[in-house]
């Protein structure tokens, strides 16, 4: 952003800490167990900044919204846009179909700077499965642009209309106080709320704002030596809170004042003094990363998850070399090529127009492609969509949609809901999806029977399908009644020529999952023999339901050993679970060949 204030190359220094901590965090958590809290330096940071120069140009009458938003976008989205581009054609080809599709999601909830509410609802930061998800840094641009989206015109009102300066600190300092006390308080009852959301961490960008305001107030600052002395404390602090910090429920509350408050320290110290901080931020190899650190931001998060992802078997040591360095290609490709020239080219006024459709056009393409993305990738019916007649996928060669397959069931459903569709179009036939993952699609023999249940069948009659593939959690839903299937299945048959049932895979222990591997777990994977019991018992009352019009789909031997050990890769390293119950897109495609020979049977 080109900025009406005086340029300091110690800033850029401290920026060069704040996202080299995050880098090693996110290298190994180990070596810098707080290095994420260099999000909380940048929040500072951001806030001084521009709230310089909002200040400078209400002081001199030039302020406009216009102009600000326009310095913002050739700051910020031209490299946005390319990362978040990058991000998921790399995505397409190295991700699983629903890591795909939540992908996709997640770059919508990006581009409309929404990142942060989307992953609150999704997970606890500290426990998402950071490999698939390579937009999360994103959630700290959607918290900063939550901000300066009313932000700018309350500094505005306030230093336009309170004369009183004096008033206008307080009022944001009241702010400050109040966001804080949230943090605080939130952070006691949901840590994950209090980590994502604008409100509780507002109070980091004030904090920052209001030393920009007291240094534009002309306000006294202690004397120079003192000021220094202050630097080094805040230096030592903010230093400190990368190894003293960790991945905790505690975090942020009352802990994220350690950096913010060592930051503000820092900041404070006298522009003009030769003070060691102001020395050492200010040297070329800090001021060199300091430039470059939005681009590093940007980019090394999805390398590293992309490289986690494909690359999970391999020794930490290739893992990193590979992560550092098309980081390092990448950054500097997208500094020098893209960042620098973009926004120099944005940043002249008459070309605010330009600025302004870039962001609308790119931005529509992107949420539309990340929405496009999900639905086709992941195809699950909500029970809203159950009861308007279930989620249309594909239609005959004439456009109908009956005499097709329809699939019925939960989340162990929707998982084949992409390989249904390759086998929808290789046999030509129509196919529409009432599986609902949170549903429970079962008649209830002692009582009302579940809604999901009855606009299932109503779906079913509506639109005649040829095939019913009916897929449950056999364990968990129907449990030790083994009269529930048998009356699902009477009142199915009527309604399709055929019935295929499949059988559950087997189960992971939890902790068997990528990261565990690259930690050093074995990776031979056992399902707990409790488990397999009562699994294999539910398999096998499935079995002996086959008959006329009904046929079962064994796949025990795709997923599981004699002994017990879990087929969970294929031959590429690809991962064929999701998670501990429900298979990934490529797991779901070994079954394909099964339901082939199913459909064409007589």
Avoid at 386 to 402: F, Q
Avoid at 562 to 583: C, K, M, N, S, V
Wanted: net charge positive.
């Amino acid at each position: 952003m080109s900025s009406t204030i005086g340029y300091r190359p110690a800033i850029d220094g401290l920026r060069a800490v704040a996202v080299l901590s995050v880098f090693l965090f996110h290298l190994n958590p180990h070596w810098l167990p707080g290095g994420f809290v260099g999000v909380d330096v940048f929040f500072v940071i951001s806030g001084y900044l521009i709230t310089s120069i909002i200040v400078a140009d209400c002081d001199k009458g030039r302020f406009s919204l216009r102009r600000f938003y326009q310095r913002r976008i050739a700051r910020i989205f031209p490299v946005f846009f390319l990362v978040a581009a990058a991000t998921i054609v790399a995505a397409w080809f190295l991700y699983s179909t629903q890591d795909l599709a939540s992908a996709g999601v997640n770059l919508a909830a990006a581009t409309l700077s929404l990142a942060n509410v989307k992953y609150m609802l999704q997970d606890n930061y500290f426990e998402i499965s950071k490999d698939a998800q390579p937009y999360l840094h994103y959630w700290s641009l959607s918290v900063e642009e939550q901000f300066y989206m009313a932000y700018p015109l309350v500094l505005f009102v306030l230093r336009r209309w309170i004369r009183k300066r004096s008033l206008q600190f307080g009022l944001l300092a009241a702010a400050l106080v109040v966001s804080l006390a949230l943090c605080i308080g939130l952070t006691m009852k949901n840590p994950t709320w209090a980590f994502y959301l604008l409100p509780t961490r507002g109070w980091e960008l004030l904090a920052g704002g209001l030393l920009a305001i007291w240094s534009a107030n002309g306000w006294p600052w202690p004397g120079s030596r003192v000021r220094g002395v202050l630097g080094v404390a805040g230096l030592v602090m903010v230093l400190a809170s990368f190894v003293v910090l960790g991945e905790s429920p505690q975090f942020p509350g009352f802990l994220a004042a350690l950096p913010v408050v060592g930051t503000c320290l820092i900041i404070a110290n006298d522009p003009a003094s030769k003070s060691v901080v102001e020395r050492g931020l200010g040297t070329r190899p800090m001021v060199t990363i300091g430039k470059l650190s939005y681009s590093i931001y940007l980019w090394h998060w999805p390398i590293f998850s992309f490289t986690d992802y494909a690359l999970y078997t391999h020794p930490e040591p290739t893992r990193i070399a590979i992560k550092v360095g098309l980081t390092v290609v990448c950054t500097l490709a997208s500094y020098f090529l893209v960042e620098k020239r973009a926004r120099a080219y944005l940043n002249e006024d008459r070309r605010w127009v330009l600025a302004f459709a870039s962001v609308a056009v790119l931005g529509a393409a992107f949420v539309g492609a990340g929405v496009t993305i999900r639905g086709h990738f992941f195809l699950d019916a909500k029970p809203s969509s159950v009861a308007a007649g279930g989620l249309h996928v594909r239609s005959g060669p004439s456009g109908e949609r009956t005499g097709g397959i329809l699939l019925m069931g939960d989340s162990n459903a929707t998982m084949y809901g992409t390989t249904l569709r390759e086998v929808a179009g290789r046999l030509a036939l129509p196919l529409d999806i009432v599986a609902a993952a949170d549903g429970y699609p079962l008649p209830n023999p002692s009582g009302q029977p579940h809604a999901i249940w009855n606009d299932s069948l109503a779906a079913a009659r509506a639109l005649r399908p040829a095939t019913i593939i009916y897929v449950l959690d056999w364990t968990g839903k129907f449990g030790g009644d083994r009269t529930v299937l048998p009356i699902a299945l009477e009142q199915i048959a009527p309604l399709a020529e055929r019935i295929i049932l499949i059988t559950q895979p087997a189960n992971l222990r939890p902790g068997s999952t990528r990261e565990a591997i690259r930690s050093g777990a074995s990776p031979v994977f056992v399902e707990d023999p409790g488990v397999r019991r009562r699994r294999l018992e539910a398999n096998d009352h499935v079995r002996t339901l086959a008959g006329p019009g009904v046929r079962v789909i064994d796949i025990e031997s795709i997923f599981s050993r004699p002994d017990g050990t879990i087929i969970y890769a294929a031959g590429e390293g690809r991962f064929l679970y999701q998670d501990t119950t429900h298979l990934s897109g490529d797991g779901a495609m070994l079954v394909l060949p099964q339901i082939l020979e199913a459909l064409s049977a007589p």
